[in-house]
């Protein structure tokens, strides 16, 4: 058996035009969800605050329950502008690419607290999340910022300064 | 700029351009500051002004590609920006001329997180040094 033909033909395609255009589309529509779906938290929160109660009627894990029952829901008011903010980002990076591997990351942390919350809630489909949650991981895996995005056209500038901003999205991108 | 920097700056102003249009258009019968605005793909508010002021300021990131100036293409970052955070802070606020909410917020981010990185970060000079 030819071991290098073999090791050839497996490699990924991770950088082809077709492989790059696919992982920008994954990108820009895991962008366009967050920024849907920051549309419907506005003050007072209550959707919002009814939704993260989901982790107290429906538990998932009982350390988050904890969390969210004590923690949480008595401050919501500053969490829920937190929560908002910190989605606004990581919708807005995602579309445009960039610090794609960083803000991917977040997202999929983002996910995690948003599943276990609400994926024992009512009408709610449990492989949605963990869908969403491989979706980022994938975008993070791939960098795919870096495909028609501005980590891609800024990147190799980046590593080549001597300043600690650029040098940190660098490694972010 | 180089033909990559100023194809990206193009493609992101005609983007704000067109979501701009659109906004106008359909904010157009309404009062030009209401709030919330009428909702474009039935997530997105944004109201006339917002509508007029994204065609402004793409039409003059616009400008800045075309002329390399990355001064010009930095103001028109962070007037997103600023616009971006008035949408957020402002939710339902009568002084957010704009008429979003948080999903114009992240995309007014979006465009303005383009031409402000595009706008600081320095080309590359021939050989592959990048100035610091």
Not at chain 2, 106 to 126: K, N, R, W
């Amino acid at each position: 058996m030819n071991v290098e033909l073999v090791r050839r033909e497996a490699r990924l395609e991770a950088d082809g035009s077709i492989a790059r255009g696919g992982m920008a589309f994954v990108r820009i529509v895991f962008g366009l969800m967050w920024v849907a779906n920051v549309a419907w938290k506005r003050p007072p929160f209550e959707a919002f605050e009814h939704f993260t109660g989901f982790a107290i009627s429906y538990p998932v894990f009982a350390p988050w329950t904890f969390v969210v029952e004590n923690v949480v829901l008595p401050n919501f008011t500053p969490f829920a502008w937190g929560v908002t903010a910190l989605e606004v980002v990581i919708g807005a990076f995602l579309l445009v690419g960039f610090a794609t591997r960083l803000t991917a990351a977040v997202g999929a942390v983002q996910t995690v607290a948003i599943g276990l919350s609400v994926i024992r809630g009512p009408n709610e489909w449990d492989w949605a999340y963990h869908m969403m949650f491989a979706g980022h991981v994938a975008i993070m895996a791939t960098a795919a910022g870096r495909a028609f995005g501005v980590d891609g056209l800024l990147r190799a500038s980046w590593l080549r300064s001597s300043h600690p901003i650029a040098r940190i999205l660098g490694r972010a991108s | 700029m180089n033909g990559p920097r100023r194809r990206a700056v193009t493609t992101i102003g005609v983007i704000a351009i067109l979501i701009g249009v659109a906004g106008a258009l359909m904010g157009a019968a309404s009062p030009m500051f209401e709030v919330p605005g009428r909702s474009l793909f039935r997530f997105m508010a944004i109201n006339l002004f917002g509508g007029l002021f994204s065609v402004a300021v793409g039409v003059v990131a616009l400008v800045a590609a075309r002329r390399a100036n990355r001064t010009l293409l930095l103001w028109c970052g962070a007037a997103f920006v600023a616009a971006a955070l008035v949408n957020l802070v402002g939710i339902d606020r009568s002084f957010n001329v704009f008429g979003g909410h948080a999903s114009l917020a992240s995309v007014f981010l979006c465009f303005g997180t383009g031409f402000v990185a595009i706008a600081l970060t320095p080309e590359l000079e021939a050989g592959g040094a990048g100035d610091a």
